[in-house]
Protein backbone atom coordinates (compact mmCIF):
# COMPACT_ATOMS: atom_id res chain seq x y z
CA UNK A 1 0.00 0.00 0.00
CA UNK A 2 2.54 2.76 1.19
CA UNK A 3 4.93 1.09 -1.93
CA UNK A 4 1.98 1.79 -4.33
CA UNK A 5 1.56 5.56 -2.72
CA UNK A 6 5.31 5.90 -3.38
CA UNK A 7 5.10 4.70 -6.91
CA UNK A 8 1.97 7.14 -7.67
CA UNK A 9 3.91 10.15 -6.66
CA UNK A 10 6.64 9.19 -7.86
CA UNK A 11 4.63 8.95 -11.22
CA UNK A 12 3.20 11.78 -10.72
CA UNK A 13 6.26 13.86 -10.51
CA UNK A 14 7.80 12.71 -13.47
CA UNK A 15 4.85 13.19 -15.76
CA UNK A 16 4.76 16.77 -14.82
CA UNK A 17 8.66 17.11 -15.29
CA UNK A 18 8.44 15.62 -18.42
CA UNK A 19 5.34 18.20 -19.41
CA UNK A 20 7.60 21.25 -18.52
CA UNK A 21 10.71 20.12 -19.51
CA UNK A 22 9.28 19.32 -23.24
CA UNK A 23 7.27 22.70 -23.29
CA UNK A 24 10.39 25.01 -21.97
CA UNK A 25 13.42 22.93 -23.54
CA UNK A 26 14.61 25.08 -26.99
CA UNK A 27 15.60 21.64 -28.14
CA UNK A 28 12.69 20.39 -30.57
CA UNK A 29 14.23 16.96 -30.91
CA UNK A 30 14.66 16.72 -27.37
CA UNK A 31 11.14 18.16 -27.01
CA UNK A 32 9.59 15.18 -28.83
CA UNK A 33 11.31 12.48 -27.29
CA UNK A 34 10.26 14.19 -23.85
CA UNK A 35 6.70 14.49 -25.09
CA UNK A 36 7.11 10.29 -25.94
CA UNK A 37 8.38 9.44 -22.82
CA UNK A 38 5.36 11.27 -21.20
CA UNK A 39 2.73 9.60 -23.44
CA UNK A 40 4.13 6.31 -22.01
CA UNK A 41 3.97 7.67 -18.19
CA UNK A 42 0.58 8.88 -19.00
CA UNK A 43 -0.23 5.48 -20.14
CA UNK A 44 0.95 3.58 -17.14
CA UNK A 45 -1.03 6.27 -15.14
CA UNK A 46 -3.82 4.84 -16.67
CA UNK A 47 -3.09 1.59 -15.46
CA UNK A 48 -2.76 2.44 -12.32
CA UNK A 49 -6.53 4.42 -12.32
CA UNK A 50 -7.61 1.04 -13.70
CA UNK A 51 -8.47 1.84 -16.65
CA UNK A 52 -5.85 -0.77 -19.61
CA UNK A 53 -8.61 0.14 -22.36
CA UNK A 54 -7.33 3.56 -22.38
CA UNK A 55 -3.71 3.11 -21.57
CA UNK A 56 -3.65 1.04 -24.63
CA UNK A 57 -4.61 3.76 -26.55
CA UNK A 58 -2.62 6.07 -25.19
CA UNK A 59 0.46 4.12 -25.29
CA UNK A 60 -0.29 3.17 -29.06
CA UNK A 61 -1.82 6.50 -30.35
CA UNK A 62 -0.83 9.40 -28.08
CA UNK A 63 2.69 8.68 -27.71
CA UNK A 64 3.98 5.86 -30.34
CA UNK A 65 1.57 7.13 -33.53
CA UNK A 66 1.88 10.70 -32.38
CA UNK A 67 5.43 10.93 -31.26
CA UNK A 68 6.11 9.27 -34.92
CA UNK A 69 4.24 11.88 -36.44
CA UNK A 70 6.00 14.79 -34.72
CA UNK A 71 9.29 13.23 -35.90
CA UNK A 72 8.68 13.16 -39.34
CA UNK A 73 7.34 17.02 -38.85
CA UNK A 74 10.56 17.65 -37.51
CA UNK A 75 13.15 16.18 -40.25
CA UNK A 76 10.95 17.69 -42.89
CA UNK A 77 11.66 21.70 -41.06
CA UNK A 78 15.37 20.57 -40.82
CA UNK A 79 15.31 19.61 -44.48
CA UNK A 80 13.40 23.13 -45.05
CA UNK A 81 15.87 24.85 -43.24
CA UNK A 82 18.96 23.64 -44.83
CA UNK A 83 17.42 24.16 -48.22
CA UNK A 84 16.43 28.01 -47.07
CA UNK A 85 20.31 28.33 -45.63
CA UNK A 86 22.12 26.74 -49.03
CA UNK A 87 19.63 29.59 -51.13
CA UNK A 88 20.92 32.03 -48.70
CA UNK A 89 24.41 31.20 -49.05
CA UNK A 90 24.39 31.05 -52.88
CA UNK A 91 22.63 34.39 -52.76
CA UNK A 92 25.31 36.05 -50.67
CA UNK A 93 27.79 34.69 -52.72
CA UNK A 94 26.38 36.06 -55.43
CA UNK A 95 25.81 39.24 -54.22
CA UNK A 96 29.82 39.35 -53.32
CA UNK A 97 31.05 38.46 -57.30
CA UNK A 98 29.11 41.50 -58.32
CA UNK A 99 30.28 43.70 -55.67
CA UNK B 1 21.18 42.03 -42.39
CA UNK B 2 22.39 42.11 -38.87
CA UNK B 3 18.61 42.90 -37.93
CA UNK B 4 17.00 40.12 -39.47
CA UNK B 5 19.39 37.34 -38.01
CA UNK B 6 18.05 39.25 -34.70
CA UNK B 7 14.66 39.02 -35.52
CA UNK B 8 14.66 35.47 -36.43
CA UNK B 9 16.66 34.35 -33.42
CA UNK B 10 14.16 36.31 -31.24
CA UNK B 11 11.11 34.20 -33.36
CA UNK B 12 12.84 31.05 -32.63
CA UNK B 13 12.97 31.42 -28.83
CA UNK B 14 9.30 30.42 -28.17
CA UNK B 15 10.52 29.24 -24.56
CA UNK B 16 10.65 32.59 -23.12
CA UNK B 17 8.19 33.70 -19.82
CA UNK B 18 6.60 36.86 -22.25
CA UNK B 19 3.44 38.99 -20.22
CA UNK B 20 1.00 36.80 -22.50
CA UNK B 21 2.33 33.41 -21.93
CA UNK B 22 2.57 33.80 -18.26
CA UNK B 23 -1.14 34.71 -18.21
CA UNK B 24 -1.71 32.16 -20.79
CA UNK B 25 0.11 29.70 -17.90
CA UNK B 26 -2.41 31.22 -14.81
CA UNK B 27 -5.14 30.64 -16.76
CA UNK B 28 -4.61 27.03 -17.58
CA UNK B 29 -3.59 26.01 -14.17
CA UNK B 30 -6.34 27.97 -13.03
CA UNK B 31 -8.47 25.34 -15.15
CA UNK B 32 -6.77 22.35 -14.01
CA UNK B 33 -7.37 23.31 -10.56
CA UNK B 34 -11.23 24.49 -10.99
CA UNK B 35 -11.19 20.82 -12.94
CA UNK B 36 -9.76 19.24 -10.14
CA UNK B 37 -11.77 20.33 -7.90
CA UNK B 38 -14.58 19.60 -9.63
CA UNK B 39 -14.09 16.41 -10.23
CA UNK B 40 -13.58 15.98 -6.36
CA UNK B 41 -16.30 17.00 -5.05
CA UNK B 42 -18.84 14.34 -7.25
CA UNK B 43 -20.40 12.17 -4.73
CA UNK B 44 -17.82 8.93 -4.55
CA UNK B 45 -19.91 6.03 -5.02
CA UNK B 46 -22.87 7.05 -6.57
CA UNK B 47 -22.18 5.03 -9.76
CA UNK B 48 -25.75 4.80 -10.92
CA UNK B 49 -24.58 4.38 -14.75
CA UNK B 50 -22.03 2.09 -13.92
CA UNK B 51 -24.35 -0.20 -11.86
CA UNK B 52 -26.33 -0.23 -14.62
CA UNK B 53 -24.00 -1.29 -17.64
CA UNK B 54 -22.62 -3.86 -14.94
CA UNK B 55 -26.30 -5.35 -14.78
CA UNK B 56 -26.67 -4.84 -18.70
CA UNK B 57 -23.29 -6.88 -19.25
CA UNK B 58 -24.80 -10.62 -19.61
CA UNK B 59 -27.47 -9.31 -22.68
CA UNK B 60 -24.24 -7.01 -24.10
CA UNK B 61 -23.03 -10.05 -26.01
CA UNK B 62 -19.52 -9.35 -24.50
CA UNK B 63 -17.97 -9.89 -20.97
CA UNK B 64 -15.77 -6.16 -21.20
CA UNK B 65 -17.85 -3.35 -20.22
CA UNK B 66 -15.96 -0.65 -22.25
CA UNK B 67 -16.11 -2.68 -25.08
CA UNK B 68 -20.17 -2.79 -24.22
CA UNK B 69 -20.07 0.36 -23.89
CA UNK B 70 -18.25 1.29 -27.41
CA UNK B 71 -20.16 -1.04 -29.12
CA UNK B 72 -23.35 -1.94 -28.03
CA UNK B 73 -25.10 0.82 -25.33
CA UNK B 74 -22.88 3.90 -26.75
CA UNK B 75 -22.98 1.99 -30.49
CA UNK B 76 -23.77 5.19 -32.56
CA UNK B 77 -20.65 8.01 -30.76
CA UNK B 78 -18.38 4.60 -32.18
CA UNK B 79 -20.05 4.49 -35.61
CA UNK B 80 -19.58 8.67 -35.79
CA UNK B 81 -15.85 7.95 -34.49
CA UNK B 82 -14.83 5.72 -37.29
CA UNK B 83 -16.65 8.38 -39.61
CA UNK B 84 -14.63 11.09 -38.35
CA UNK B 85 -10.89 8.72 -38.91
CA UNK B 86 -12.48 8.38 -42.35
CA UNK B 87 -13.17 12.08 -42.77
CA UNK B 88 -9.35 13.24 -41.35
CA UNK B 89 -7.80 10.99 -44.20
CA UNK B 90 -10.45 12.40 -46.33
CA UNK B 91 -9.24 16.15 -45.09
CA UNK B 92 -5.27 15.37 -46.00
CA UNK B 93 -5.71 14.31 -49.39
CA UNK B 94 -8.00 17.40 -50.10
CA UNK B 95 -5.31 19.93 -48.82
CA UNK B 96 -1.67 18.11 -48.64
CA UNK B 97 0.36 17.39 -51.73
CA UNK B 98 0.84 13.57 -52.89
CA UNK B 99 3.57 11.86 -50.76
CA UNK B 100 5.64 9.95 -52.36
CA UNK B 101 6.76 6.64 -51.36
CA UNK B 102 10.52 5.79 -52.67
CA UNK B 103 10.68 2.23 -53.24
CA UNK B 104 14.75 1.17 -52.75
CA UNK B 105 16.58 -0.86 -51.01
CA UNK B 106 16.93 0.29 -47.35
CA UNK B 107 19.90 2.12 -46.10
CA UNK B 108 20.19 -0.69 -43.79
CA UNK B 109 19.32 -4.57 -43.94
CA UNK B 110 18.47 -4.40 -40.90
CA UNK B 111 15.15 -2.88 -41.00
CA UNK B 112 13.86 -4.90 -43.79
CA UNK B 113 14.63 -7.68 -41.65
CA UNK B 114 13.19 -6.32 -38.57
CA UNK B 115 9.78 -5.35 -40.37
CA UNK B 116 9.91 -8.76 -42.38
CA UNK B 117 10.05 -10.81 -38.73
CA UNK B 118 7.66 -8.37 -37.20
CA UNK B 119 4.94 -8.38 -40.11
CA UNK B 120 3.06 -11.69 -38.76
CA UNK B 121 3.73 -11.55 -35.15
CA UNK B 122 2.31 -8.12 -35.34
CA UNK B 123 -0.86 -9.26 -37.36
CA UNK B 124 -1.33 -11.98 -35.11
CA UNK B 125 -0.82 -9.76 -31.87
CA UNK B 126 -3.59 -7.33 -33.56
CA UNK B 127 -6.49 -9.98 -34.09
CA UNK B 128 -5.30 -11.24 -30.86
CA UNK B 129 -6.42 -8.10 -29.47
CA UNK B 130 -9.66 -7.27 -30.73
CA UNK B 131 -10.90 -11.05 -30.22
CA UNK B 132 -9.57 -10.51 -26.68
CA UNK B 133 -11.47 -6.96 -26.95
CA UNK B 134 -15.04 -9.27 -26.04
CA UNK B 135 -13.69 -10.47 -22.30
CA UNK B 136 -10.83 -7.84 -21.46
CA UNK B 137 -8.90 -4.60 -21.99
CA UNK B 138 -9.11 -4.43 -26.07
CA UNK B 139 -10.42 -4.32 -29.14
CA UNK B 140 -10.77 -3.30 -32.76
CA UNK B 141 -8.59 0.80 -31.48
CA UNK B 142 -5.98 -1.22 -29.92
CA UNK B 143 -5.42 -3.77 -32.64
CA UNK B 144 -5.86 -1.27 -35.34
CA UNK B 145 -3.41 0.90 -33.67
CA UNK B 146 -0.74 -2.13 -33.75
CA UNK B 147 -1.60 -2.60 -37.37
CA UNK B 148 -1.04 1.16 -38.15
CA UNK B 149 2.31 0.82 -36.19
CA UNK B 150 3.05 -1.89 -38.43
CA UNK B 151 1.90 0.15 -41.23
CA UNK B 152 4.80 3.37 -40.29
CA UNK B 153 7.25 0.88 -40.17
CA UNK B 154 6.94 -0.69 -43.17
CA UNK B 155 6.50 2.71 -44.82
CA UNK B 156 9.80 3.57 -42.98
CA UNK B 157 11.31 0.72 -44.21
CA UNK B 158 10.21 1.64 -47.94
CA UNK B 159 8.54 -1.90 -48.31
CA UNK B 160 4.94 -0.68 -50.62
CA UNK B 161 2.45 -3.12 -51.59
CA UNK B 162 3.25 -3.28 -55.52
CA UNK B 163 -0.30 -3.67 -56.15
CA UNK B 164 -1.29 -0.38 -53.86
CA UNK B 165 0.16 1.37 -56.89
CA UNK B 166 -3.12 3.46 -57.77
CA UNK B 167 -4.40 3.28 -54.05
CA UNK B 168 -6.94 0.43 -55.19
CA UNK B 169 -6.55 -1.36 -52.65
CA UNK B 170 -6.49 1.45 -50.01
CA UNK B 171 -9.52 3.15 -50.63
CA UNK B 172 -11.67 -0.25 -49.58
CA UNK B 173 -9.46 -0.96 -46.63
CA UNK B 174 -10.11 2.68 -45.88
CA UNK B 175 -13.96 2.58 -45.89
CA UNK B 176 -14.90 -1.09 -44.82
CA UNK B 177 -15.05 -0.21 -40.76
CA UNK B 178 -17.68 2.90 -42.01
CA UNK B 179 -19.01 0.43 -44.89
CA UNK B 180 -19.63 -2.79 -42.28
CA UNK B 181 -20.96 -0.23 -39.24
CA UNK B 182 -23.51 1.78 -41.59
CA UNK B 183 -24.68 -1.59 -43.09
CA UNK B 184 -25.25 -3.18 -39.61
CA UNK B 185 -26.98 -0.16 -38.04
CA UNK B 186 -29.02 0.09 -41.19
CA UNK B 187 -29.87 -3.20 -41.16
CA UNK B 188 -31.01 -3.42 -37.79
CA UNK B 189 -32.69 -0.22 -38.21
CA UNK B 190 -35.01 -2.03 -40.76
CA UNK B 191 -35.65 -5.68 -39.08
CA UNK B 192 -36.18 -3.85 -35.98
CA UNK B 193 -36.82 -0.61 -36.11
CA UNK B 194 -34.68 1.04 -34.03
CA UNK B 195 -31.01 2.12 -34.69
CA UNK B 196 -28.12 -0.44 -33.74
CA UNK B 197 -30.14 -2.25 -31.36
CA UNK B 198 -28.62 -5.55 -31.50
CA UNK B 199 -31.25 -8.73 -31.04
CA UNK B 200 -30.38 -10.65 -27.93
CA UNK B 201 -28.20 -14.11 -28.74
CA UNK B 202 -26.57 -12.70 -31.85
CA UNK B 203 -24.85 -9.45 -30.17
CA UNK B 204 -21.54 -10.71 -30.38
CA UNK B 205 -21.74 -11.99 -34.01
CA UNK B 206 -22.56 -8.99 -35.19
CA UNK B 207 -19.90 -6.80 -32.77
CA UNK B 208 -17.03 -8.87 -34.01
CA UNK B 209 -18.01 -8.35 -37.75
CA UNK B 210 -18.17 -4.38 -36.82
CA UNK B 211 -14.94 -4.59 -35.00
CA UNK B 212 -12.91 -6.98 -37.84
CA UNK B 213 -13.94 -4.11 -40.45
CA UNK B 214 -13.03 -1.63 -38.63
CA UNK B 215 -9.65 -2.85 -37.17
CA UNK B 216 -8.38 -2.53 -40.83
CA UNK B 217 -9.64 0.71 -41.55
CA UNK B 218 -7.95 2.16 -38.50
CA UNK B 219 -4.72 0.48 -39.36
CA UNK B 220 -4.96 2.06 -42.67
CA UNK B 221 -5.98 5.34 -41.71
CA UNK B 222 -3.31 5.51 -38.74
CA UNK B 223 -0.56 4.71 -41.53
CA UNK B 224 -1.80 7.09 -44.10
CA UNK B 225 -1.91 9.97 -41.42
CA UNK B 226 1.47 9.63 -41.01
CA UNK B 227 2.49 9.28 -44.69
CA UNK B 228 0.63 12.15 -45.30
CA UNK B 229 -0.72 12.98 -48.79
CA UNK B 230 -2.20 10.74 -51.19
CA UNK B 231 0.79 7.97 -51.60
CA UNK B 232 2.42 8.10 -55.06
CA UNK B 233 4.75 5.03 -55.56
CA UNK B 234 8.20 6.33 -56.74
CA UNK B 235 11.10 3.79 -58.05
CA UNK B 236 14.64 4.45 -56.78
CA UNK B 237 15.55 8.68 -56.62
Not at chain 1, 77 to 99: C, F, L, N, V, Y
Not at chain 2, 10 to 31: C, G, K, Q, W, Y
Not at chain 2, 111 to 134: D, E, K, T
Not at chain 2, 203 to 217: C, D, N, Q, V
Request: contains cysteine; hydrophobic residues 60%; glycine residues 8%.
Amino acid sequence: MILAGIFDIALITILLACAWLALTTPDLLRAVVLFIAFGLLAALAWVRLQAPDVALAEAAVGSGLTGALLLSTLSVMQRAEARRKQEHASATTEEERRA
Amino acid sequence: MRDLRVLEHHHDDDTAMTPPRLIILALSVLMVVGLALAALSFPAGDARLATLAMAALPQSGVLNPVTAVLLNYRGYDTLLEVAVLLLAILGIWAVAPQARIWIRRPDTPVLAAFVQLLLPLMVVVAGYLLWLGADEPGGAFQGGAVLGALGVLWVAAAVWLSNARRGNLLRPLLGIGLAAFITAAVALLLARGSLLEYPSGQAKTIILIIEGAALFSIGATLTLLFVGGFPRRSDAP
